[in-house]
């Protein structure tokens, strides 16, 4: 199961921080990762990062201004959001993959992800 939490309403260029809790059934090698939706749009991928070696992947849109990370001991992944910009308005899910061995542009794909969290809006104010 996962908790994504840490939404809500920030002025343009301010900064807010995710949080998705795991809990339930552990993996030792997989990918977790951050997308956003907005109304009448597909889901689209932000970031992403193995677990074991904390290696990350970010879309365009958002690489220089948000980083991923996670904290094994609490099981639990990070978004930090700075800079943030009207257009990063969005329904932010954080997902868990289990499978490791596609190549990285599968892990910017909703389907390849097993498990999702139920949502923390963000919304940037101009």
Not at 33 to 48: L, Y
């Amino acid at each position: 199961q996962l908790q994504a939490s840490g939404g809500g309403l920030v002025q343009a260029g301010g900064s807010l921080r995710l949080s998705c809790a795991a809990s339930g059934r552990a993996f030792s090698s997989h990918y977790m990762g951050w997308f956003r939706q907005t109304p009448g749009k597909e889901r689209e991928f932000v970031a992403r990062i193995r677990w074991n070696t904390g290696h990350t992947g970010y879309a365009d849109s958002v690489r220089g201004r948000f980083d991923i990370s996670r904290d094994a001991g609490k099981n639990t992944m990070y978004l930090q959001m700075n800079s943030l910009k009207p257009e990063d308005t969005a329904l932010y899910y954080c997902a868990v993959a289990r499978f490791v061995g596609l190549s990285g542009y599968h892990y910017t794909l909703p389907t390849s992800y097993d498990y999702w969290g139920q949502g923390t809006q963000v919304t940037v104010s101009s």
